[in-house]
Each structure stands twice: as structure tokens, then as C-alpha cells.
């Protein structure tokens, strides 16, 4: 499988793994490899509260920029330091050490609702045709 | 050619200078003594270099450019024609470089003449009532136009309620850009599958919070809106104005006059249309053309032919929206485009648009054997390709724009506009040979060729240049500015 | 004449190849109704021969030209050493595009580079940008930067801002969106400025010197904007920060302004230079291009544009600005003048203003009826209160061959006697001793 399947994904290329009650998000590697190397993540303050499949921040490439799309709503919890320094983190590990925001979800039901890695590759195949 | 390898901080130093400044010789006195309590600066941290070295960085570094003086500039929606020489040469003309903007009305009379004359001439080509010279390049003209059109409506008591600009989705970023900075909003339409004006989308967006359409024309693509007429004819119904992006003004000059369209407002890009030098990015100039309704409401001041011959500056236009420049926009540079338009004549302005478009549409149908022709359509002044043909290959269009440079042309601009994948869009100009036209041709149909065989070579390129790619991710992470001192 | 070099044959060659018969075949998408029948009614075509004898005979129509400037409000009579227009008008320089491809255009962004370093360092500011349209619409996108950094909309402009300025930023914002707190004897004063200061203000903007050529105290003023948790906006002429504490030092987050004064000619106004300044902090919300080293994949040094995100054709209505075409050749005109003068030379520009300014208003108060409107220190510009209208004295300079200044009098009715006189390095001893006999003569005209 091209696409991890210990997450789930949104139609805009976002990512989120759900563990302990936690959902860590990020964005897949289609968009990167979309986006080229991302040299600039903004990001929400701690405790701000996001909205599902609403822009909470913008990730930006060198000729690009995108806006960040909650995969769920939630309160932020964390965010990846590391980017600041590194945001190359995303291109070269987008699942993992290139992960974005941690939140606290507040509605556990929308989680579910998310695609599987089946359904968002074939969602990447039809963007692509 | 050798990149120099060092900035002008890197050289000289103590003991170097330029030239020098004459002795003081009036009576001095002491700083602190004329200057009482004011903090002077401990140093600047500038260059020490004598003038021969000085020369020489900066003929070394012009040796780096491309220009147009040299080769060919594709570049689609710029229009990189010819800049004629007389026009430096009478733009530099110390009766008008060294006039003071404030000297008053009488003792500048031959630039007030000149303003008069190119406010006159543009208003003719363009089929509108007036004129303002004031913005200093065509996003400027795009911001005074809106306000124009804001100012209008709100005269009418419908300033609260229209504040919607419906642009393409093939526009300018400059347009939207504009859009925000006057206070309104963005309404993107898609185009139709022909990448024209998609009527059913218009008449979906238009509504009584319209406040304007923007369009270039041709587009973006390089086509003639076919149902142009359609379109500003429904947007007045809908009680919105008609704003044109003259950006591709040299697809109609001498032969169809925006006014005509149904267009209230264009702005003119004279580097572009008007021949006057990009200058590696500006100075340019973007003189804004209304309808009679919206004259009213120009920038002040205009300048004004009287009855006795002589001009004069009007500053009493009480519904003017205001200055939008220091003093009297890139004058030198509407100078230049005023002797552009003067050689040129009625004839010569015809065939300016004549000559690019059959430039254009030679290349197009040249080009569509090697790369994909989305849009098969006879084109304007300019074409768009795709580059999506290659990427079978893994080639991509900025691939074949590095590529380019190695045969001695500039590359097109590539990746816009946004509708079409891989986009290559080119303009010749009309100042192109046949000679120079079958150049380029040649080198995109041997790239595409490339691109199947030998695919690292596309992707190495350029190999020929003063530098090869550079990294732009290292420079937007940590991006360094400034020079360091040595 | 349309510089077009397309032969017969040639014609005939693109037209079989392009599938149609005759040019007018390539038009069909275009309504017949609006196709001109005949060409725009415009004069022309003139030869250069011709054009050179009209546009010539028009440039002989500005006297003012030929008369010694005594004349500065914004734009100054500075010199322009000669290698600038040697260098600046190369055709490599003249006739290239935005740098794009920045691997053919390692010209025009090395001097960019050496152009924001140098104005950085001028304005005690971190980064510099490629430059704006002149110093109205850079002030403006200050004010507008100001207003996103802070969230607030209030723009409060302190003391004797150019009239010219204050209009441009009326024309941009909401003109009740800006305060303008007026001056005393001249000069911004900082409680006055601090009472106009309110939880809605997003910027305090001074000039420095201001429009009457005065200087202001900008820590001061910097601390009363900081206090208000607004941003401190200074408008600066960049040969005056040759000898003035820069207030990027002091604490100005945004350093803008007009810099014709280096080395670009008066040329009725334009095309001029803004500049904009600012702090490392306010980096990512800057207005137009920006260049920045790198090295190619060899290591090679090379200069590239920059955060082109920020810029309208990727970012588009959420842009920090709409500009793009800026003005890229009187940058290169002003790094090629600084790279000239360098160290020393801008220094000494700066202190024969001052010293030939102050000798000049020193031959002013002992004329009779002439005195200087204004007690605190200024930089190379002072206001004259005139003993008769100042249009009259601007008159009487005509004989004497010399423009003695700018009658204030064109901007408020109020200041109708009062004039405003500007005296660069160019005016030599003989020159302002011709400029104090026309006010000898237009003031006992009386």
C-alpha cells in the first residue's frame, strides 16, 4: 500500500492518527510530493480550537502555499517544534517526524468518518486522471 | 563567464573611494553647533571602492543578464518587444530630467504639454473619455480603477451594498490582489472548457452585491473573449462595472478599442504594450482609461489643454478618490511611450497587433506538433502549451524552461496561468524576425526530443548559464537577506 | 514604423503554415462590430529626425529646468555621479524582465541583494525589500503592514508628514481611519501624539527630517507608539541617514521613504524610489520581492527571489500586497550611487547639505524682512517666512536665473508667505549668493 493504513485521511491530503485519545495530524505524501520542499509551516497557538475541514494554518513550498485543513475539530494540544527549524521534516518523513499538530478531539464520531488508505488512494487516482 | 565572486562589501576597503566632492565653500561651523542635541549615527557600514572597480562589478554583473537587446523573451503576458533607442535618448533630455514636479505649471509647460498629449493619445487608442498618468505600474492602475469604480458607486448609494469583484480563474494574481486591498472580495468564476468567459457561471455570480467584473483581453491564453459583448452587456444589468486588464493590450492595439468592448475602465501596461523598458523589473507605468461617467472621479491632478494652448494641473475635482502617487507618476517613462507612439503613427499601431498575432499563431501551430495544444483555437498575441505530455518521461515544464536558456532564449512563463498543467505560455511580439521565431521552434521541438531520450540532461539544465539552478528552498528556510561584513 | 522585421515571403511562409489564407482569418472570435475600420486618430508616424525636434523643442518649454534648484519638497536636485548613468543605462540592465530565471538574470539580482543590504544598513532596519513605486505608496503599505501585524485599523500620522503622503494615504485607506496630529513650532510633539493613541491604533508615522526639513526626536516618538502597543513607522530620507541616527537603532520596526535623492534625476516626479525597511520579526509580512543568497548545485554562490508566497501571483487576494512591477532600475541606479560615494562620500554629501543649508539661511536672516519660520535643527531644507507672498519670490528668481524654492503657499492657503528652500552639495558659494539676491529683490519689491 502506497498510503499507511494506522491513519485516515481527508479529500484535501490531511492525515490523522488517532492513539490513547490523541489525534496527531499531518499532511500525506502526495501532497507533498505536490507541494515540492516545504520550507515554511504556520501554525495555531496551543489551546486554540479547530474545526473540522476548516483552514487552521498554511503550509508553504517555494512557489506554493496551501492552506491546512483540520481533519477533525479539537483542541491543539502540541505542535511540532521541529518544523520550525526543519519544516524540510514534512517532505522527508510526512507521516512520522514530519507530523504537524497533536489535538484533543471533541467530537470522537467525526474520527470515523475520515477515509481509509483504500479510499483516499483512489481518491489521489481520480484527482490524477 | 565568470559569476563574480565578490559583492562590492567584499572589496576595496580602507584608503578606496569613489569620486570625490568639492571643498565645502561657504563658512563652516561644527555639527554639534548647527545640529544642537540631534544624535548622529557612529557609522556606516558601506562599501570603499574606487570608481574603476565600481565599473567593473557592475559591467561584470550586467554581463549575467539576459535582456532583450541580446536574444529572445517569450515571456507570455509580459510582451518583451523591442525598446527603441530615441526613446532613452529623448526621455533623458535635461529640459525634462532635471524639471522640478513643483516648479509650478508655468515654468514646466513642455511636460505639462507631454502629460496632456499622452492622456490624449491613450484615451484615442483605448476608445475612453479620460485618462490619469499617475499609477506607477499596472497593479497600481488596477487599485485606482477599483476605487474609481468604489467611489462611483458609493455616489450612488450603493458603495455598502456592491462589494463584490468577479474575477476568471485564468486572472492575474494582481487582480484578486487589488481586489483585497480596496476592501472588497474576490468572487473566482471558473472558465468554460474553451477557457473563455463561462456565461451560466457569470450570471450565477453576478447579483445586486456586484461590483465589478475584471477581465483580461485577450485572456490569459491568449483568446479573444468571443462573447465579451454578452459579458459587459449582463454585467451592467446586474448594475456592476467592467474593468479590463490591459496586460494584453498588444493583441488589439490599433485595431480594437477596449471602450468599444463595453469595458468603464482599463489600466495600460506601457512596458508592455508601449514598448518602454522592463528595466529588470520596473520602473514601467500604468496609466488607468474611464468612460465618461467615471471621469469624475480620476486621481488629481489632471493635467488640462486650455482654450489659450497652454496646460495646466486641475486640482479642483471634488469627487476625485485622491492622489495614489508622490507627485506625477513614472512621467520619464509615459515620455518614452508618448516617442513610441509618435514613430509608430495610426499605421504603425495597427501593425504592432497585426504582426504579434500572426507571430503568435505561427509558433502555436509550429509547437502544437511537439507539445500538447490544450486550447486549439486561433490565438491573439499569445499561446499557452502543456507541458503534461512529458511528464511520461518524468520531464517537467520548468525542465524545459531550465533547457531553454542553454540555447540562448529566455524561457516562456511557465506555470501560469493556473487552468492549464504544465503551462508554457508564450508571446513573441511582433518585433521578432521569421529568423528568430524558427530559433525557438527549433529548440522547444529538439527539447521535446530530449525530453524521450536523454531525460537527466532536461533535468540538469541549465548547463550554459553563469550559474546552474539554485536552490530556492535553502533560501526561503533560512533566507539571507544582506550581505555579512567581511 | 513598428520595428517589425517580418518580409513578404515570410509572411506568406506563416500564414500556409498556421492553415489560413489571410491574416484577417485569425480574428473570427472577435465581434465584427468592433474592429476598426481605420486605425486610432493619433499623429505619426515621425521619424526620429522629427520626433527629436518636437520632444526637444518640449523639453526647451521647462525653464525650470535651466534655473538653479533651490527647489526640494520630496525631490531633490542631488548629484548623480557620471559613472551612474554609464552604468545604469546599459542595455543589459535596461532591457531585461523581472528576474525570473534567476539563472540568466544573476545581474539584476546580485544588485538587489547589494541594494537591500545597503538600505538595511542606512535604516538600522534588518531586512530590506527590491523597492516600492516612491515613498507615498511605500508609507501606505507600512500602514497597511502595521494594520494586519496588530489587528487595528487607527494609522496616526505625527507632525509634518508630506502633504503629499498624507494625501496617498488617504486615497488608500478609509480617510477616517487616519489621524493626523498636527505640529508645534514645526515639530511632532510626542504628547500630543500620545493623546491621539488609542487601543485602535495601529501605527504612529513620523518623518524624519519632516516635510519642512526639521528633525524629529524618533525615540521619543518610537517609545509613545511601543507604549500604545502600536508599530513605529519613520518616513526617512536616506541622505539624511548618512549622518542621523538611523531609527531601525531606536526601535523602528518599519524605516520607509523616498530615494530619488540616489541618483535618480527630478524628472517632474518620476519614475521615483520608495524603499521599505523593516524588522527581521515583520519579515514574512512585507510587501513585494526580496532576493536572498544560495548556491547553485555546484556550491556556487547565486541570488535568488525569495518567500515569493507573500507575493500576489501565488498568494493572490490573501497576498501581503498587490505589487509586482516595481521600480528595478532606480534601485540599480541607488546601489550603484551608494556603491560609488560608499562610506565617505555619502557622509560628505550629507554634511555639505548641512553646512551649505545652514549658511544659506544664515545669509536669509540678515536680509531684511526674511526669517526662518522654525527655531529647531533641520537637515538640508528650512522654511523662509517671506516679507511678501512666496509666489513673488519664486517670480523674482527667474532673474536672477536660480528656482529660490517651493511656494508653500500650493499646499495651504495659511502658508502662503512661507517658502520652502532646499540646498543639496550642487549649490555652490556664487549660486546661493544669486539665490539671497533674489530675495533681496523680491522682498524690497514690497
Not at chain 1, 84 to 98: R, Y
Amino acid at each position: 500500500m502506497r498510503y499507511p493504513d494506522d491513519v485516515r485521511y481527508t479529500a484535501e491530503h490531511e492525515w490523522a492518527r488517532l492513539e490513547n485519545g490523541i489525534i496527531t495530524i499531518g499532511v500525506t505524501s502526495y501532497a507533498t510530493e505536490q507541494l515540492g520542499d516545504v520550507v515554511f509551516v504556520e501554525l495555531p497557538e496551543i489551546g486554540v480550537r479547530l474545526e473540522a475541514l476548516k483552514t487552521f494554518g498554511v503550509i508553504e513550498a517555494v512557489k506554493t502555499v496551501s492552506d491546512l485543513f483540520a481533519p477533525v475539530s479539537g483542541e491543539v494540544l502540541e505542535r511540532n517544534g521541529a518544523l520550525s527549524d526543519n519544516p524540510a521534516l514534512v517532505n522527508q518523513d510526512p507521516f512520522g517526524e514530519g507530523w504537524i499538530l497533536r489535538l484533543r478531539p471533541s467530537d470522537p464520531g467525526e474520527y470515523a468518518k475520515l477515509m481509509s488508505n483504500v479510499d483516499y488512494e483512489r481518491h489521489v487516482e481520480e484527482q490524477h486522471a | 563567464m565568470i559569476m563574480p565572486r565578490r559583492l562590492l562589501i567584499e572589496q576595496g576597503g580602507a584608503g578606496h573611494r569613489g569620486p570625490a566632492l568639492p571643498a565645502c565653500d561657504v563658512p563652516q561651523r561644527p555639527l554639534a553647533e548647527l545640529l544642537p542635541g540631534v544624535v548622529l549615527r557612529a557609522e556606516l557600514v558601506f562599501p570603499q571602492v574606487s570608481e574603476p572597480e565600481v565599473v567593473r562589478h557592475f559591467t561584470e554583473l550586467s554581463t549575467l543578464n539576459h535582456h532583450v537587446d541580446r536574444g529572445f523573451y517569450p515571456l507570455g503576458s509580459c510582451t518583451m518587444k523591442y525598446n527603441p533607442k530615441i526613446d532613452e535618448e529623448l526621455a533623458g533630455l535635461a529640459g525634462f530630467a532635471k524639471a522640478h514636479p513643483l516648479a509650478g505649471d508655468d515654468a514646466t509647460q513642455g511636460c505639462l504639454r507631454a502629460m496632456a498629449e499622452v492622456q490624449r493619445l491613450l484615451a484615442e487608442i483605448t476608445g475612453f473619455a479620460a485618462v490619469t498618468t499617475q499609477p506607477a505600474a499596472g497593479a497600481h492602475g488596477e487599485m485606482t480603477g477599483l476605487l474609481m469604480m468604489r467611489a462611483y458607486h458609493r455616489s450612488r448609494g450603493e458603495g455598502e451594498r456592491r462589494r463584490r469583484v468577479i474575477v476568471p480563474d485564468s486572472a492575474h494574481g494582481t487582480n484578486p490582489a487589488s481586489v483585497s486591498l480596496v476592501g472588497y472580495e474576490t468572487v473566482v468564476i471558473p472558465s468554460g472548457p474553451d477557457a473563455t468567459v463561462d456565461l451560466d457561471a457569470l450570471a450565477k455570480a453576478l447579483d445586486d452585491r456586484t461590483a465589478a467584473v475584471m477581465l483580461t483581453v485577450p485572456n490569459t491564453v491568449g483568446l479573444f473573449e468571443p462573447r465579451v459583448l454578452e459579458v459587459t452587456r449582463m454585467a451592467h444589468a446586474a448594475g456592476a462595472q467592467c474593468y479590463m486588464d490591459g496586460a494584453n493590450l498588444n493583441a488589439l492595439v490599433g485595431r480594437v478599442r477596449p471602450g468599444d468592448l463595453g469595458f468603464d475602465v482599463m489600466h495600460i501596461n506601457v512596458h508592455k504594450t508601449f514598448s518602454t523598458p522592463h528595466g529588470g523589473g520596473g520602473p514601467g507605468a500604468g496609466p488607468v482609461a474611464v468612460a465618461k461617467h467615471l471621469e469624475p472621479f480620476l486621481p488629481t491632478p489632471v493635467a488640462v489643454l486650455q482654450q489659450d494652448g497652454r496646460v495646466r494641473l486641475d486640482w479642483e475635482r471634488p469627487q476625485s478618490i485622491g492622489r495614489v502617487h508622490s507627485f506625477n507618476g513614472n512621467f520619464s517613462i509615459l515620455l518614452r511611450a508618448l516617442a513610441y507612439m509618435l514613430t509608430l503613427g495610426p499605421e504603425g499601431l495597427a501593425e504592432v497587433s497585426r504582426v504579434a498575432i500572426l507571430n503568435a499563431n505561427y509558433l502555436m501551430r509550429r509547437l502544437a506538433k511537439s507539445y500538447d495544444l490544450p486550447n486549439p483555437q486561433a490565438c491573439m498575441h499569445e499561446f499557452v502549451l502543456s507541458g503534461r505530455g512529458l511528464k511520461k518521461y518524468g520531464v517537467r515544464t520548468l525542465d524545459v524552461a531550465k533547457r531553454l536558456l542553454d540555447f540562448g532564449v529566455h524561457a516562456p512563463t511557465v506555470y501560469f496561468p493556473l487552468i492549464v498543467e504544465e503551462a508554457l505560455m508564450i508571446e513573441p511580439t511582433e518585433t521578432e524576425t521569421f529568423d528568430r521565431l524558427d530559433h525557438f521552434a527549433t529548440a522547444m521541438e529538439r527539447i521535446a526530443v530530449e525530453a524521450a531520450e536523454d531525460a537527466e540532461l532536461l533535468h540538469q539544465a541549465p548547463h550554459t548559464t553563469p550559474v546552474g539552478r539554485l536552490d530556492e528552498a535553502r533560501a526561503s528556510r533560512e533566507p539571507r537577506l544582506r550581505w555579512s561584513i567581511p | 514604423m513598428s520595428f517589425v522585421g517580418l518580409g513578404r515571403d515570410e509572411e506568406q511562409r506563416m500564414l500556409k503554415e498556421i492553415g489560413v489564407a489571410r491574416f484577417e482569418d485569425l480574428l473570427a472570435a472577435i465581434p465584427q462590430e468592433v474592429l476598426l475600420e481605420h486605425p486610432p486618430r493619433i499623429p505619426g508616424p515621425l521619424s526620429e529626425i522629427e520626433l527629436r525636434r518636437l520632444l526637444g523643442r518640449w523639453a526647451r518649454e521647462n525653464h525650470a529646468a535651466e534655473l538653479v534648484s533651490f527647489q526640494g519638497g520630496g525631490i531633490y536636485d542631488h548629484w548623480i555621479p557620471a559613472a551612474v548613468d554609464a552604468l545604469a543605462s546599459r542595455s543589459e540592465f535596461v532591457t531585461a524582465y523581472t528576474p525570473y530565471q534567476p539563472e540568466v538574470a544573476q545581474g539584476t539580482l546580485t544588485a538587489i541583494f547589494e541594494f537591500q543590504s545597503m538600505m538595511a544598513e542606512l535604516t538600522g532596519c534588518d531586512v530590506a525589500n527590491a523597492s516600492m513605486y516612491d515613498g507615498a505608496t511605500a508609507t501606505v503599505e507600512a500602514a497597511l503592514l502595521a494594520r494586519r501585524q496588530t489587528g487595528r485599523k487607527r494609522v496616526v500620522v505625527a507632525g509634518m508628514v508630506h502633504p503629499h503622503v498624507l494625501a496617498v494615504l488617504r486615497t488608500y485607506l478609509d480617510p477616517d481611519e487616519v489621524s493626523h496630529v498636527g505640529d508645534t513650532a514645526g515639530l511632532a510633539v510626542p504628547a500630543d501624539v500620545k493623546a491621539a493613541l488609542g487601543p485602535d491604533s495601529a501605527c504612529v508615522i513620523y518623518q524624519q527630517p519632516n516635510f519642512f526639513g526639521l528633525v524629529e526626536d524618533p525615540p521619543a516618538l518610537h517609545a509613545i507608539a511601543h507604549e500604545a502597543g502600536a508599530l513605529a513607522i519613520a518616513v526617512c530620507d536616506p541622505i539624511a541617514l548618512a549622518l542621523l541616527e538611523p531609527p531601525g537603532r531606536t526601535g523602528a520596526d518599519i524605516v520607509v521613504g523616498e530615494a530619488q535623492s540616489l541618483g535618480s534625476p527630478m524628472s517632474f516626479g518620476g519614475p521615483l524610489l520608495g524603499y521599505f525597511a523593516a524588522k527581521q520579526s515583520l519579515l514574512r509580512g512585507l510587501p513585494g520581492r526580496l532576493v536572498a543568497e544560495t548556491v547553485d548545485r555546484q556550491g556556487r554562490r547565486g541570488f535568488v527571489l525569495t518567500l515569493q508566497t507573500r507575493e500576489q501571483h501565488i498568494r493572490r487576494e490573501k497576498a501581503t500586497s498587490n505589487i509586482c512591477t516595481n521600480q528595478g532600475l532606480m534601485a540599480l541606479r541607488a546601489t550603484i550611487h551608494m556603491g560609488l560615494l560608499g562610506r565617505l562620500g555619502l557622509r560628505e554629501v550629507a554634511e555639505l547639505c548641512v553646512q551649505k543649508s545652514h549658511h544659506a539661511a544664515r545669509l536669509a536672516a540678515g536680509i531684511p524682512g526674511y526669517a526662518l519660520a522654525h527655531e529647531a535643527p533641520f537637515f538640508r531644507e528650512f522654511v523662509l517666512r517671506c516679507p511678501v507672498e512666496a509666489r513673488r519670490v519664486v517670480e523674482a528668481g527667474l532673474e536672477f536665473g536660480v528656482s529660490p524654492g517651493i511656494n508653500l503657499g500650493r499646499f495651504r492657503p495659511e502658508w502662503k508667505d512661507l517658502l520652502l528652500v532646499a540646498v543639496t552639495e550642487l549649490r555652490d558659494a556664487g549660486e546661493i549668493d544669486r539665490w539671497a539676491q533674489t530675495l533681496h529683490r523680491a522682498g524690497g519689491a514690497r
